[in-house]
C-alpha cells in the first residue's frame, strides 16, 4: 500500500491539474518532491524543463492565517528583491505556487557553520526594511497574544506553569515600547532559520504567511533566537544591518524582542499542539520556548534594556 508521502504527492499531482497554469502539462511526468514545512504541505514541482515550489495550507492554518493578506505581501516582498516570484495565488484555498530558488536551506547548525551567513541575513532584512514596500497587516505582539490566548480558550489545552503570570510581567515591555515607538517597516515576522535560502552570495526569504508592518528589530531579535545566534553571531548580522556597530537602544530593542517572541510563538506552539498537528513534539517547543522566555526576562540586563529604549 502506498504510505502517506505517496499520498501526499498524488494529492499535488491533482492540485496541479487544476490550476491553468499546468494545463497542457504531462501530469504523470512531472517530478514532484515533498519539502519541508511545519504546519503546510510544501513541494518541488519540475515539468516543461522549470522548477517552481507549491505551498498547499495545512489544516486548522484557517484559524490564524489571511491567505488575502499572504498573497499581497508574498508579491511585495517579491517586489522588494528578497523572495521568489508569486506565480499563481488562491486566497480561497490558500494555494501558491511560486518560482523555485537554488539555495541551501538554512538551519541553526548551517548558520553556525557557514561563513558570512548572519551577514547576508542582515544584508537582506536591510534590503526588506527599506524597500519602500507597504504590507497589508499591522503585525502587533500584544494583539496576537490575545488572539491565541481567544483560540486557545476553545481548545483543550494547559499552558506552562506561570504562562499568564509572565504575560502581566511583559506589561512593563507593552510600557517601554510604547513610549518608545519604532517606524515600521515591511518585517517578515517569522524568520525561523528554514525560512531563509543560502546561495553562497545573497540570503533569500520565503514564507510570509505571518508577515506585516512591524518594528524591524523584531526580525532581527527573532532570527537571533530560531538561529541560536552567539553574541559575535548578533554583532555579524547587526553590524551587515546598519552598515555600523547598532546603537545601546538598537541593541536593547533586540533583545526585548528575543523574549518577545518566544512569549508569542509558545502560544503558536499550544495552538498546533491542540490541533494534533504531527509535524513535531510542540508541547516540548511550547514549554521550551516560554522557558527560554522567562530566563531571559528574569536577569538585571533584561531591565537595564527597557530602560534605554528611546
Known amino acids: 500500500m502506498p504510505d502517506d508521502m505517496d499520498n501526499d504527492i498524488e494529492h499535488a499531482r491533482t492540485v496541479l491539474g487544476t490550476l491553468p497554469m499546468f494545463s497542457g502539462h504531462d501530469l504523470a511526468a512531472m517530478a514532484i518532491k515533498r519539502l519541508g514545512g511545519l504546519t503546510n504541505l510544501v513541494y518541488r514541482v519540475e515539468t516543461g524543463g522549470k522548477s517552481f515550489c507549491l505551498r498547499l495550507p495545512g489544516d486548522g492554518t484557517e484559524e490564524y492565517i489571511n491567505r488575502k493578506v499572504e498573497a499581497q505581501i508574498?508579491?511585495?516582498?517579491?517586489?522588494?528583491?528578497?523572495?521568489?516570484?508569486?506565480?499563481?495565488?488562491?486566497?480561497?484555498?490558500?494555494?501558491?505556487?511560486?518560482?523555485?530558488?537554488?539555495?541551501?536551506?538554512?538551519?541553526?547548525?548551517?548558520?553556525?557553520?557557514?561563513?558570512g551567513a548572519p551577514d547576508r541575513a542582515g544584508a537582506a532584512f536591510a534590503k526588506l526594511h527599506t524597500s519602500g514596500e507597504t504590507f497589508d497587516f499591522r503585525f502587533e505582539l500584544f494583539a496576537m497574544i490575545d488572539e491565541y490566548l481567544g483560540i486557545l480558550s476553545g481548545k483543550d489545552v494547559v499552558f506552562p506553569e506561570g504562562y499568564h503570570e509572565v504575560v502581566k510581567d511583559a506589561e512593563a515591555v507593552r510600557a517601554a515600547l510604547e513610549a518608545h515607538p519604532a517606524s515600521l517597516a515591511p518585517c517578515?515576522?517569522?524568520?525561523?532559520?528554514?525560512?531563509?535560502?543560502?546561495?553562497?552570495?545573497?540570503?533569500?526569504?520565503?514564507?510570509?504567511?505571518?508577515?506585516?508592518?512591524?518594528?524591524?528589530?523584531?526580525?532581527?531579535?527573532?532570527?537571533?533566537?530560531?538561529?541560536?545566534?552567539?553574541?559575535?553571531?548578533?554583532?555579524?548580522?547587526?553590524?551587515?544591518?546598519?552598515?555600523?556597530?547598532?546603537?545601546?537602544?538598537?541593541?536593547?530593542?533586540?533583545?526585548?524582542?528575543?523574549?518577545?517572541?518566544?512569549?508569542?510563538?509558545?502560544?503558536?506552539?499550544?495552538?498546533?499542539?491542540?490541533?494534533?498537528?504531527p509535524a513535531e513534539?510542540?508541547?516540548?517547543?511550547?514549554?521550551?520556548?516560554?522557558?527560554?522566555?522567562?530566563?531571559?526576562?528574569?536577569?538585571?540586563?533584561?531591565?537595564?534594556?527597557?530602560?534605554?529604549?528611546?
Not at 538554512?106 to 548558520?111: A, G, H, I
Not at 513534539?281 to 534605554?308: I, N
Request: charged share 20%; with cysteine.
Open 281 to 310: 513534539d510542540f508541547w516540548a517547543y511550547s514549554v521550551g520556548r516560554f522557558e527560554r522566555c522567562k530566563a531571559l526576562m528574569s536577569t538585571p540586563q533584561f531591565k537595564t534594556h527597557l530602560t534605554v529604549l528611546g
Open 74 to 115: 508574498a508579491a511585495a516582498a517579491a517586489r522588494a528583491g528578497v523572495s521568489p516570484q508569486v506565480l499563481h495565488s488562491d486566497p480561497d484555498t490558500g494555494i501558491m505556487v511560486m518560482e523555485f530558488l537554488g539555495g541551501v536551506t538554512m538551519s541553526p547548525t548551517l548558520f553556525k557553520s557557514t561563513p
Open 188 to 277: 517578515h515576522c517569522d524568520p525561523l532559520c528554514e525560512n531563509f535560502l543560502d546561495t553562497g552570495e545573497v540570503m533569500w526569504i520565503i514564507d510570509w504567511e505571518y508577515s506585516g508592518m512591524n518594528d524591524p528589530m523584531w526580525d532581527l531579535g527573532d532570527l537571533s533566537v530560531e538561529g541560536e545566534f552567539s553574541a559575535e553571531q548578533d554583532t555579524e548580522m547587526l553590524t551587515a544591518y546598519f552598515g555600523r556597530p547598532p546603537t545601546a537602544a538598537e541593541a536593547g530593542r533586540v533583545v526585548i524582542y528575543k523574549a518577545m517572541c518566544d512569549l508569542l510563538w509558545t502560544l503558536w506552539g499550544l495552538i498546533q499542539h491542540a490541533n494534533n498537528n
